[in-house]
């Protein structure tokens, strides 16, 4: 058992504390203010705050964690290593040279987003506001990284001081914005994209490809369902979770009508194979009321409640999208992450609970954060599937380095072969037989 001193136990420093030693090093830990029960442990203990306790391991602590209001912050961020930190510290008995609690706990709450900051147009917080963005350390999952210098400072004093070792995680999340190409869309959706064909984009053959398909000659471009279920059958050990779009059809949002039969049962379907999720839609991200009809929309489908989300356009605002998904019960939340860069938004890849800042309390929410989206490098990076790829194994050796999850953000209509994604697909099955691999 672990015993930690802490001068004055607050929810900020609580809910670090069990985040880095019960959820990433999953080591047993107690936390106690008594001095005597301290000095008397004679197991594996630290003490963290201004001043040394005897000889015992020490972390010099900064004002962070006791600190109730969210105020402006000074980071101070410097390179140890090759790793990035925050909050240093000067004093020569500290452990580490910088205050590693109270930076997990800036990037895990992302304090920043609290702040003042300018948004996209979507209203989103852009990677470009972020300190992680500015001091080039986007691509590190640097809270992991700092839980094994922790674990290793640790170790060097205790010899049983031995947390299990963290291994590599895959999971491979699938958005469907659009089940379907052409099927599906009503009469008025395809006149409208035929007109577009002709007038708009003057492809004729788009109309034919669009005609072969509704008279079922061709698959559906979009239709690429049964291969993702086949490439991961290959991959049993990696997970796989699908979200649909629930919404109604609007400016944007796009989905296939979720009264369709077709894609009711394609949705059972994929039911059978992996996890379903919830897309909310553009609007629901801070309305209640819509998340609520989108969630019975897919529940109704399944027969089963549902349990995890990830907003469409990935819009978030802390912490109001996070208490609308708890409200109507939904406890897992994946759209942590950049639309325009790939990385850590978080410092990590690894699922973790949610602290609400405003209330300053932990909360049963888990945030899944993803590192890459593909349509990042499509649309904002301008990425080619190979170039994509050389950034997709930078993030699976980041991951294996410090044994956190890495979690991939897909959509179906990327793994088609068509509309200038040809090569996707070599890329997909490439980044998940390396991650394999690397295992």
């Known amino acids: 058992m672990l015993l930690i001193h802490v001068p004055r136990l607050t929810n900020r420093l609580g809910y670090t504390l069990n985040v880095i030693f019960r959820h990433f090093m999953r080591v047993d830990f107690q936390i106690t203010a008594d001095i005597d029960l301290f000095n008397s442990h004679q197991g594996p203990k630290f003490s963290y705050g201004q001043h040394q306790i005897g000889d015992a391991p020490f972390f010099r602590a900064c004002d962070l964690l006791f600190e109730t209001s969210i105020e402006e912050q000074s980071p101070r961020p410097f390179r140890l290593g090759d790793t990035a930190a925050l909050f240093p510290v000067h004093s020569q008995a500290s452990a580490l040279p910088f205050d590693p609690f109270a930076s997990a706990f800036y990037c895990l709450s992302r304090y920043e987003e609290y702040l003042p900051h300018f948004n996209d147009v979507h209203g989103r917080f852009p990677a470009t506001e972020s300190l992680a963005y500015k001091e080039h ?3 590190q999952a640097v809270v992991d990284r700092w839980t094994a210098m922790i674990a290793s400072s640790l170790s060097d004093w205790f010899e049983d001081f031995t947390p299990p ?4 995680d895959v999971e491979d999340t699938i958005d469907i914005d659009a089940a379907y190409c052409y099927r599906n869309k009503g009469v008025l959706r395809t006149v409208s994209g035929i007109c577009r064909d002709l007038f708009v984009a003057h492809d004729p053959s788009l109309v034919r490809k669009r005609i072969n398909v509704l008279a079922r000659k061709k698959s559906d471009p979009f239709d690429t369902f049964d291969y993702i279920i086949d490439v991961h059958s290959r991959h049993p050990r990696m997970k796989l979770q699908f979200f649909p779009l629930m919404a109604d059809y609007n400016v944007n949002d796009k989905p296939i009508s979720y009264q369709n ?23 629901s991200y801070d309305n209640p009321d819509l998340l609520v ?17 990830r907003y469409h356009f990935l819009r978030l605002s802390l912490p109001k999208s996070y208490n609308v998904l708890m409200n109507n019960g939904i406890l897992h939340d994946y759209t942590m992450g950049y639309a325009e860069e790939v990385g850590f938004r978080a410092g990590t890849g690894t699922p973790y609970p949610f602290f609400d800042l405003e209330s300053d309390c932990e909360t049963p929410l888990f945030i899944h954060p993803f590192a890459a989206m593909d349509s990042t490098f499509y649309y904002y990076k301008k990425f080619t599937s190979t170039q994509a790829e050389s950034v997709y194994r930078h993030l699976v050796d980041e991951c294996r380095h410090v044994g956190c999850r890495l979690s991939l953000l897909w959509h179906n209509q990327s793994l088609c072969e068509d509309f200038g994604w040809q090569g996707w697909r070599d890329t997909f099955e490439s980044v998940l037989n390396y991650a394999d691999e690397t295992r």
């Not at 070792?165 to 590599?168: D, L, Q, Y």
């Not at 009809?293 to 989300?309: C, D, F, G």
């Open 261 to 283: 039969n077709d894609f009711r049962l394609l949705l059972q379907h994929l039911g059978d194979y992996a996890k379903m999720g919830l897309h909310g839609s553009y609007a």
């Open 137 to 139: 350390f986007l691509h």
């Open 293 to 309: 009809v989108e969630s019975e929309r897919l529940e109704t489908i399944l027969h089963r409640p549902t349990v995890s989300n």
């Open 165 to 168: 070792a963290r291994t590599i």
